[in-house]
């Protein structure tokens, strides 16, 4: 069973900026990350939020990603800007639980091209 679902790919321009979501409804999630899978190359970290609101990021995505929690609506967001084709991929989110179990999303897809 899938207890995330990531939407808001799409198809965009170089230097549009995108909002991904991702919702969760299973209890217990205290982190959710984003990550991204690049055609033909391996899944790599975005960056992290937990339930305190305390982010961190991946060196590359320090200066035009940002993400946010809304607890209540238990949904986080991944706000991209200045998009580059090499942005260009699948985008998951993964919900940990205490003592580690995770689960994934199944993805949304972004495409920069113009």
């Known amino acids: 069973q899938v207890y995330l679902e990531e939407s808001g790919g799409d198809l965009v321009q170089p230097g549009e900026s995108l909002r991904l979501s991702c919702k969760w409804s299973?209890?217990?999630?205290?982190?959710v990350e984003w990550f991204r899978q690049a055609p033909g190359e391996q899944r790599e970290r975005i960056c992290d939020i937990g339930r305190s609101g305390v982010a961190s990021y991946e060196d590359f995505a320090k200066d035009r990603f940002t993400i946010s929690m809304d607890t209540a609506s238990q949904t986080v967001y991944l706000e991209m800007r200045s998009l580059k084709p090499d942005d260009t991929g699948m985008y998951y989110c993964k919900g940990v639980q205490p003592g580690g179990m995770a689960h994934w999303g199944t993805g949304t897809l972004v495409i920069v091209s113009g």
């Open positions: 299973i209890g217990g999630i205290y982190l």
